[in-house]
């Protein structure tokens, strides 16, 4: 690392630090290390712009570097466990994806459908194994869930509505 700041440095810093995120700054003196540049900055008495240093703090507390990180690894509500692939295509908006389908998409080279699920025989959500899972179709999933319930027929008729509008 060069300890000595350039003229040129100087004059891009004063130009740039108000507009650019700390990963651009460090992307553009890439022989100077945050604390250098921070520091330069603060002897030259530059200020951020209010939307900059906003960025700066939600990335520092996004990921990673979050209070609660855990590796990638959540359990929802019901008990399914997820895992953060956000190239994946069935990633939420936060990039997490059901591992019952990452398992079984690596382990028969088969892409699930939009219109299957995967269901875990033994009933238990978050036991994974691949000798635990199999694929259905959505409309038999229901049918094995739901088969010997007593409903009425209006409430069949409400069921059948909200999922047929689902799918349309």
């Given at each position: 690392m060069n300890?000595?700041?350039?003229?040129?440095?100087?004059?891009?810093?004063?130009?740039?630090?108000?507009?650019?995120?700390?990963?651009?700054?460090?992307?553009?003196?890439?022989?100077?290390?945050?604390?250098?540049?921070y520091k330069k900055a603060y002897s030259l008495?530059?200020?951020?712009?209010?939307?900059?240093?906003?960025?700066?703090?939600?990335?520092?507390?996004s990921g990673k570097n979050a209070s609660n990180w855990n590796g990638g690894v959540r359990k929802t509500r019901k008990g399914y466990i997820q895992i953060l692939m956000p190239e994946h295509k069935r990633a939420d908006k936060g990039g997490y994806?059901?591992?019952?389908?990452?398992?079984?998409?690596?382990?028969?080279?088969?892409?699930?459908?939009?219109?299957?699920?995967?269901?875990?025989?033994?009933?238990?959500?978050n036991d994974n194994?691949?000798?635990?899972?199999?694929?259905?179709?959505?409309s038999a999933h229901t049918i094995y869930h739901h088969t010997g319930q007593k409903r009425s027929e209006e409430t069949r008729k409400r069921i059948s509505e909200s999922k047929r509008k689902k799918y349309e």
């Open positions: 300890p000595k700041w350039s003229e040129e440095e100087v004059l891009l810093l004063k130009d740039k630090y108000s507009r650019l995120t700390n990963d651009e700054l460090i992307a553009l003196f890439p022989n100077k290390t945050f604390l250098a540049i008495n530059l200020k951020r712009d209010e939307e900059i240093e906003f960025l700066n703090r939600s990335k520092a507390k994806v059901m591992e019952h389908i990452v398992v079984y998409e690596k382990a028969t080279g088969i892409e699930v459908p939009r219109n299957c699920c995967i269901h875990h025989l033994n009933g238990i959500k194994r691949i000798e635990n899972l199999c694929m259905m179709t959505n």
